[in-house]
């Protein structure tokens, strides 16, 4: 076999299959962190003192346990506990608390900006606190959080790889099986890594022209 034929014939559809997968739990994994980190962040800033201080300790414990160790808890230690998620589904649930934790510090920094006189004057026209918080407050930290949030769903697409450490065919893991099948490490990790370096890529330009579409006016330099 060629090595053209070993490219196109063995090495490029493995990778793209373990591409879709990765591209499944990236898809899946942001917009359920984006708005788990939103709920937090909300309760953390505008709860009451125990909900806030909940809200606190998740971000303390989901930030300082590495994502890891969080996914082999998942995977291979709740089984002991009667609970078993197909690698996948388990690989999904950590990506989720992870990020939900990490967008949660970015969006309450966004909330913080706003100033409390917005809630104090949408009260006077007689809004409820959680209508002010929703209607006025909530849109325009979001926007002020698209930055740090976008920089986050980067990380996300880099440390999809560490599913395959609990068997979840993705890219990286599609990339280690064809490289032990056919002694082609050099080979099948550089390819991996271009892979990454492609969807990285697009996800820059995306998250940077979707910045710009959101930025507010006076607030971004040009």
Do not use: H
């Amino acid at each position: 076999m060629t090595e053209a034929d070993f490219f196109l014939e063995i090495l490029l559809p493995a990778l793209l299959s373990g591409t879709i997968i990765s591209l499944q739990l990236i898809i899946l994994s942001a917009p359920f962190g984006f708005l788990l980190g939103t709920g937090i962040a909300v309760g953390r800033t505008y709860g009451g003192r125990l909900l806030s201080f909940l809200c606190k300790l998740y971000i303390i414990f989901f930030k300082g346990t590495p994502l890891l160790l969080l996914l082999f808890i998942l995977y291979f230690g709740l089984p002991s506990v009667g609970i078993v998620f197909e690698p996948f589904v388990a690989a999904l649930i950590g990506f989720v608390l992870c990020n939900g934790a990490y967008n949660s510090e970015y969006i309450r920094g966004a909330l913080l900006s706003v100033k409390e006189g917005q809630i104090t004057a949408a009260q006077a026209l007689g809004m409820t606190r959680l209508q002010a918080i929703r209607s006025i407050v909530l849109p325009q930290a979001l926007r002020r959080a698209i930055p740090g949030v976008s920089n986050e769903f980067i990380y996300l697409i880099k440390y999809s790889s560490l599913a395959y450490l609990i068997t979840v065919p993705e890219l990286t893991g599609a990339g280690a099986n064809i490289a032990s099948k056919y002694f082609a490490f050099f080979e099948a990790f550089a390819m991996v890594g271009v892979f990454y370096l492609v969807m990285v890529t697009v996800a820059t330009i995306a998250v940077n022209w979707l910045e710009k579409r959101t930025a507010i006016p006076g607030m971004v330099a040009s």
